[in-house]
């Protein structure tokens, strides 16, 4: 059996309620079952935005509807899941690991699949006081919308957060720094697989980011592989991502055009520099074939051949997985590769705006090109397209000629700053890309706002330009001399 994952042991805590609560109620049911059954509670009371949940012990609970929701969460056990077409929203806190004794078995797990979502209106903590487990995998969604996520919050703290795929969100209401893996007396890991973490882009959380990366409490594909830190992936974002050393194409839980593709790794160092490593390859739309590996033959596409690609065939709508087992000549042979993934599908637009533009008003007003590029998989023809004003320094003084065409002429107004996005759509995904624009009073100034800029030797009224006017300072001042006479000088 080759699993996509290996848990850890980890954590614990204690909070007082917040005010807002009308009860609480404990999930009862020994042999698992589903959220939504109020049998499996006690007394019949489902959890619900005014009733708080508690968890006491080893018992699966499955979310797999769309509206479940708990004022509060204290897990300990589980594995709570949240499956496909299941959200979850949580008011208050969401706490896995609360009591000291929530280890072992007991301990708090939480797992997230494809097409799961959980929402975090305020906080949560995985490991508190004692363990804590939260799991996403490819497909799976989880959303802090304020204050902070909490990894080994509390002294005597255990947490790790798995990002086998999917998002971990930490979006606008959260904290400056919305993360916390620091705690003295706690431990707090998060290991970046398939997956991707997503915090606002503040100098609180970059510097944090650097600080945690290289204590290795951030890490990728279990320490093996390197934790990258993106702000231009989502744009006021910072994403990060674990990358593999084999460097998989696709990218591990990303997408790929539907049709022929290829696979694509860079293979391991062999343990005798310079000689081939030969690999198997195995392919399948069925993760459990590849992790319980009982018919290996039946999805391996490459038997031992010293080759970095393998072209495949894809289907729309379907995740495929894969490994790369090689041959690098020790007596451990084949190591064992990861299984990534990824989701054949058609892809979004990729739109590029163009790069952002300094200029100045003429007359009035100023007019100039749009100029904007856009690929599709099923071709830029087959797209629509449409540019909005984000922002403007006054209502109204962008006036764009043709919106609805990726090359046009925009008329600018006032002086100030405009923002520009051009949306994008193949008539079912929508890919979209800003411009700014700056808008000075005059050449002189727009030139001055461009970084780098130096003025002409010579230019004494800073108009940006040496000339008469110039001149007629320098003869002003011709043969002064503001030097010190005095050669014992008193300041006051």
């Given at each position: 059996?080759?699993?996509?994952?290996?848990?850890?042991?980890?954590?614990?805590?204690?909070?007082?309620?917040?005010?807002?609560?009308?009860?609480?109620?404990?999930?009862?049911?020994?042999?698992?079952?589903?959220?939504?059954?109020?049998?499996?509670?006690?007394?019949?009371?489902?959890?619900?935005?005014?009733?708080?949940?508690?968890?006491?012990?080893?018992?699966?609970?499955?979310?797999?509807?769309?509206?479940?929701?708990?004022?509060?969460?204290?897990?300990?056990?589980?594995?709570?899941?949240?499956?496909?077409?299941?959200?979850?929203?949580?008011?208050?806190?969401?706490?896995?690991?609360?009591?000291?004794?929530?280890?072992?078995?007991?301990?708090?797990?939480?797992?997230?699949?494809?097409?799961?979502?959980?929402?975090?209106?305020?906080?949560?903590?995985?490991?508190?006081?004692?363990?804590?487990?939260?799991?996403?995998?490819?497909?799976?969604?989880?959303?802090?919308?304020?204050?902070?996520?909490?990894?080994?919050?509390?002294?005597?703290?255990?947490?790790?957060?798995?990002?086998?795929?999917?998002?971990?969100?930490?979006?606008?209401?959260?904290?400056?720094?919305?993360?916390?893996?620091?705690?003295?007396?706690?431990?707090?890991?998060?290991?970046?697989?398939?997956?991707?973490?997503?915090?606002?882009?503040?100098?609180?959380?970059?510097?944090?980011?650097?600080?945690?990366?290289?204590?290795?409490?951030?890490?990728?594909?279990?320490?093996?592989?390197?934790?990258?830190?993106?702000?231009?992936?989502?744009?006021?974002?910072?994403?990060?991502?674990?990358?593999?050393?084999?460097?998989?194409?696709?990218?591990?839980?990303?997408?790929?055009?539907?049709?022929?593709?290829?696979?694509?790794?860079?293979?391991?160092?062999?343990?005798?520099?310079?000689?081939?490593?030969?690999?198997?390859?195995?392919?399948?739309?069925?993760?459990?074939?590849?992790?319980?590996?009982?018919?290996?033959?039946?999805?391996?596409?490459?038997?031992?051949?010293?080759?970095?690609?393998?072209?495949?065939?894809?289907?729309?709508?379907?995740?495929?997985?894969?490994?790369?087992?090689?041959?690098?000549?020790?007596?451990?042979?084949?190591?064992?590769?990861?299984?990534?993934?990824?989701?054949?599908?058609?892809?979004?637009?990729?739109?590029?705006?163009?790069?952002?533009?300094?200029?100045?008003?003429?007359?009035?007003?100023?007019?100039?090109?749009?100029?904007?590029?856009?690929?599709?998989?099923?071709?830029?023809?087959?797209?629509?397209?449409?540019?909005?004003?984000?922002?403007?320094?006054?209502?109204?003084?962008?006036?764009?000629?043709?919106?609805?065409?990726?090359?046009?002429?925009?008329?600018?107004?006032?002086?100030?700053?405009?923002?520009?996005?051009?949306?994008?759509?193949?008539?079912?995904?929508?890919?979209?890309?800003?411009?700014?624009?700056?808008?000075?009073?005059?050449?002189?100034?727009?030139?001055?706002?461009?970084?780098?800029?130096?003025?002409?030797?010579?230019?004494?009224?800073?108009?940006?330009?040496?000339?008469?006017?110039?001149?007629?300072?320098?003869?002003e001042n011709w043969l002064k001399d503001n030097s010190l006479t005095d050669d014992w000088l008193r300041?006051?």
């Amino acid at each position: 059996m080759r699993t996509r994952i290996a848990l850890c042991a980890g954590i614990l805590l204690s909070l007082a309620g917040t005010a807002g609560a009308q009860g609480s109620t404990t999930w009862v049911a020994p042999n698992g079952g589903k959220w939504s059954l109020p049998a499996n509670w006690a007394g019949s009371l489902l959890p619900s935005a005014q009733v708080k949940a508690f968890f006491n012990g080893p018992s699966e609970c499955v979310v797999d509807e769309g509206d479940a929701a708990a004022w509060q969460i204290d897990l300990a056990g589980g594995p709570l899941k949240i499956v496909k077409g299941g959200t979850l929203t949580v008011v208050d806190w969401f706490i896995l690991g609360y009591q000291a004794e929530d280890v072992g078995d007991n301990a708090g797990r939480l797992e997230v699949y494809d097409g799961g979502v959980l929402d975090c209106m305020v906080r949560l903590y995985v490991g508190y006081r004692a363990e804590g487990f939260l799991t996403i995998y490819e497909g799976g969604t989880v959303n802090i919308h304020t204050q902070t996520l909490g990894v080994g919050q509390q002294p005597g703290g255990k947490g790790l957060v798995q990002l086998e795929g999917g998002v971990l969100n930490l979006l606008e209401g959260t904290n400056a720094q919305g993360l916390n893996l620091t705690t003295a007396g706690a431990q707090g890991t998060i290991d970046c697989r398939g997956g991707a973490l997503i915090l606002r882009d503040t100098p609180e959380n970059r510097a944090y980011l650097t600080r945690v990366i290289g204590e290795k409490k951030i890490t990728a594909y279990g320490g093996v592989g390197a934790v990258v830190v993106d702000p231009n992936e989502n744009r006021g974002k910072l994403t990060v991502r674990g990358i593999h050393p084999f460097q998989p194409f696709p990218r591990d839980d990303g997408k790929a055009p539907v049709g022929q593709l290829e696979l694509k790794w860079v293979p391991p160092d062999p343990c005798t520099p310079g000689q081939p490593v030969p690999v198997d390859v195995y392919f399948t739309d069925d993760l459990e074939a590849l992790q319980q590996f009982s018919d290996p033959a039946a999805i391996r596409i490459v038997t031992q051949k010293a080759v970095t690609s393998v072209a495949v065939q894809t289907q729309p709508k379907k995740r495929y997985y894969w490994a790369v087992d090689s041959y690098v000549g020790s007596d451990k042979d084949p190591v064992l590769g990861p299984i990534f993934s990824f989701m054949s599908d058609n892809l979004p637009p990729t739109v590029e705006a163009g790069a952002d533009i300094v200029t100045w008003l003429q007359n009035g007003s100023r007019t100039g090109m749009l100029d904007a590029t856009i690929t599709d998989d099923g071709g830029a023809a087959s797209c629509t397209a449409h540019w909005k004003v984000v922002s403007e320094p006054n209502q109204a003084t962008a006036i764009i000629k043709t919106p609805e065409a990726t090359n046009t002429s925009i008329t600018l107004l006032a002086t100030g700053q405009y923002v520009l996005q051009l949306d994008v759509s193949d008539g079912e995904y929508t890919g979209s890309d800003t411009v700014t624009i700056n808008v000075y009073g005059n050449s002189c100034e727009a030139a001055k706002s461009v970084a780098g800029y130096q003025p002409l030797a010579g230019d004494l009224n800073g108009d940006c330009r040496v000339d008469d006017l110039d001149l007629a300072i320098l003869k002003e001042n011709w043969l002064k001399d503001n030097s010190l006479t005095d050669d014992w000088l008193r300041l006051n």
